[in-house]
């Protein structure tokens, strides 16, 4: 008989914990029901349109907190052109906050009538406005390794030449046609060789000290040797 009471017993306790165990996963799929994902923030963006990145993150919503992966939602967010980095929280209440780090232009490239942002690295993060006041690089559409030479030099070329450089088209390999604020020509060079602007600049100088017009173009892609186009003479009698 004592033996029966005790079985009996341990019948009970071991029915009393699997009761409080279904209890328990009831009541944890009934709040992941209820624990949704149901609204995104985002901050960070100043350049870029918030509309990016919500778009991505949006994919969440519905999702149960306890199921969503910020490092997952992190990752789809950094692979938007612009976003340089993102950190991602997910609270319990079902709310993504996204903080957005961007990349920062310094160029628009022209390729036909297209017209991108791009930055220091030369990588396109989107689209540019019509009102984008940034220098322009023109032709290098299919060379992108030729626009980030050129971007990573651009800083020695504007020293050597003493100016703003505005615009840069390819011509050809290691061939560039330079456009400096407050220069009315262009400046033919290698852009690997910002070093010959400086040489370019005093031939520059000499020639309009002589009393010279100034050329129609001046080509420093040669080594050690600097070619003006000398502007064609004005018309006799306004001719």
Not at 21 to 28: E, F, H, M, R, S
Not at 178 to 203: I, N
């Amino acid at each position: 008989m004592t033996a029966l009471l005790a079985d009996r017993r341990r019948v009970r306790r071991l029915a009393g914990r699997a009761l409080l165990g279904l209890a328990v996963l009831a009541l944890t799929a009934t709040l992941a029901g209820a624990l949704q994902v149901r609204e995104v923030r985002v901050t960070g963006t100043h350049r870029f349109p918030n509309r990016d990145v919500e778009t991505v993150l949006r994919a969440a919503l519905g999702t149960p907190t306890i199921a969503a992966r910020a490092s997952e939602l992190r990752a789809s967010v950094c692979a938007i052109r612009w976003v340089a980095d993102a950190t991602v929280r997910i609270s319990l209440d079902g709310v993504v906050t996204c903080a957005v780090l961007e990349r920062t232009p310094v160029a628009v490239a022209q390729d036909g009538t297209a017209r991108q942002l791009v930055d220091r690295e030369g990588r396109m993060l989107a689209p540019a406005p019509p009102e984008a006041s940034l220098l322009e690089l023109d032709g290098f559409g299919a060379y992108p390794e030729e626009r980030a030479g050129v971007l990573a030099t651009t800083g020695a070329l504007e020293r050597s030449w003493n100016g703003t450089l505005r615009r840069a088209e390819r011509l050809g390999p290691g061939s560039v046609a330079l456009e400096f604020a407050d220069t009315p020509f262009p400046v033919l060079a290698d852009p690997k060789d910002p070093q010959s602007l400086v040489a370019a600049r005093q031939v520059v100088s000499a020639w309009r000290a002589a009393g010279n017009p100034d050329p129609l173009r001046v080509d420093a892609r040669a080594a050690g040797r600097i070619a003006l186009a000398p502007a064609p003479p004005a018309a006799e009698g306004g001719e």
